[in-house]
């Protein structure tokens, strides 16, 4: 664990001077913050696993955040258009900043996210799913867009109307704690499931696959957003892949 903390750090002090002293197109800037918010999330989980680090845990995952907003500030300055690296699918960050209990960044990232689909950049229902989560996050949607046609498109996107995120999403909406308990657990036995199909592959050599295996930050996210909506769980309890250990104070509903 430590080997990737140490190389996370690095790659992040390398990014950043990277970033700072060279002059890029903003295609490339988008890049280079994109990369610099995930090493903060390896160098956060990392730092968690290896030595138990909860307060440099939500410190990191708090710059991850900073790294995004920064990011779509930036494009909005510039009157970009969305990509894939600015597109509303992309909700890691989002999840990094609600795991650290920073509200107000979280409600930031939210509040600047993509509000259309990048059609052939991202997935549709990972599109929808993250526009869902961005409207949990910031209290509401923009103008034009509602809830019920969010729901809709993740429904009709996902081909599932029992699958886990369309149940998450139900159930903040009626703020039914158990169902909403079922789906979170549903939700990380897939994830579980999900690593341990790809175990023995490439992708299992990569430094990230066992941090985030270890731990899912969408379910710490989830838990927050929980807590704000004024569901009722047992938030010390120990949950698969979500370690009560590093989950911030509760936030107030």
């Given at each position: ?7 996370a ?29 995930r ?155 999900w ?9 299992a050599?990569?430094?990230?696959f ?5 731990v ?34 509760i936030?107030?509903?």
């Open positions: 664990m430590r080997y990737h903390e140490e190389n750090v690095t790659a992040v002090q390398l990014l950043t001077r990277d970033l700072e002293s060279e002059p890029r197109s903003a295609e490339e800037r988008e890049r280079v913050l994109f990369h610099l918010s090493h903060c999330r390896i160098a956060a989980l990392a730092g968690l696993l290896g030595r138990a680090d909860v307060g440099a845990f939500h410190e990191r995952l708090r710059q991850s955040g900073t790294w995004r907003l920064r990011m779509l500030r930036e494009r909005a300055t510039q009157a970009r258009p969305f990509s894939r690296f600015t597109g509303a699918a992309q909700i890691a960050p989002l999840c990094d900043a609600l795991a650290a209990g920073d509200e107000p960044l979280a409600r930031d990232i939210a509040v600047a996210s993509a509000p259309e689909w990048v059609a052939r950049k991202e997935f549709e229902d990972d599109f929808f799913y993250g526009r869902l989560l961005c409207g949990f996050v910031a209290g509401g949607l923009p103008a034009g867009a509602t809830t019920d046609d969010l729901m809709a498109g993740l429904i009709r996107s996902t081909e599932d109307e029992t699958a886990p995120r369309v149940r998450v999403c139900q159930a903040l909406l009626t703020r039914d704690s158990e169902a909403f308990l079922a789906a979170l657990l549903e939700l990380l036995e897939r994830h579980g499931a690593y341990q199909a790809r175990t023995g592959t490439m992708l050599r990569e430094p990230a066992e941090l985030e295996r270890s899912c930050m969408e379910g710490l996210a989830l838990l927050q957003l929980a807590a704000k909506h004024g569901l009722s769980l047992d938030l010390d309890a120990e949950y698969p892949f979500v370690p009560s250990i590093a989950r911030p104070g936030p107030p509903a």
